[in-house]
């Protein structure tokens, strides 16, 4: 998986993570992106927006089907809910982490074959340039055929 061209694409076809510069650094078993601090993503204090730190936390949730899905083409991950807990000022880039194993997605895939569905939850650090830790959201997510 070429994480630099799959960055660039998911920026250049939403503008929230092309104002974000979101950057793909690692998609295996540890999931990871950097949101970036800028004019667009900080807020009237110049610490990152809560709606940025939300983005980097939940855009984990796409990522690990976008690697692991065997039938991407039939399956579409949605957000269920998401809960953020805010734990310090973002006054940096941030980088959001979560893990999803090769076990996981074993048995993510073996449930969509016999059933057509999936639910997960992550829980995902979001960490600034010092490596505090700003922001942990967690998130339940749906897997369906959405589309028919």
Do not use: W
């Amino acid at each position: 998986m070429d994480l630099k061209a799959l960055s660039a694409n998911i920026c250049e076809n939403y503008s929230l993570y092309g104002n974000a510069g979101l950057q793909i650094l690692q998609a295996d078993e540890t999931f990871k992106v950097k949101v970036e601090l800028n004019p667009e993503t900080e807020n009237h204090v110049h610490m990152m927006h809560a709606a940025y730190l939300f983005a980097g936390g939940e855009f984990l949730g796409g990522l690990v089907p976008m690697r692991h899905l065997a039938k991407p083409e039939k399956f579409q991950p949605v957000v269920r809910d998401l809960k953020i807990e805010f734990k310090a000022p973002a006054m940096s880039s941030v980088t959001a982490e979560t893990v999803f194993s090769q076990a996981q997605a074993d048995e993510m895939n073996a449930a969509l074959e016999k059933d057509g569905r999936f639910d997960f939850t992550l829980v995902a650090d979001l960490k600034d340039e010092n490596g505090t830790l700003v922001a942990q959201t967690t998130t339940n997510y749906a897997i369906r055929n959405f589309l028919g």
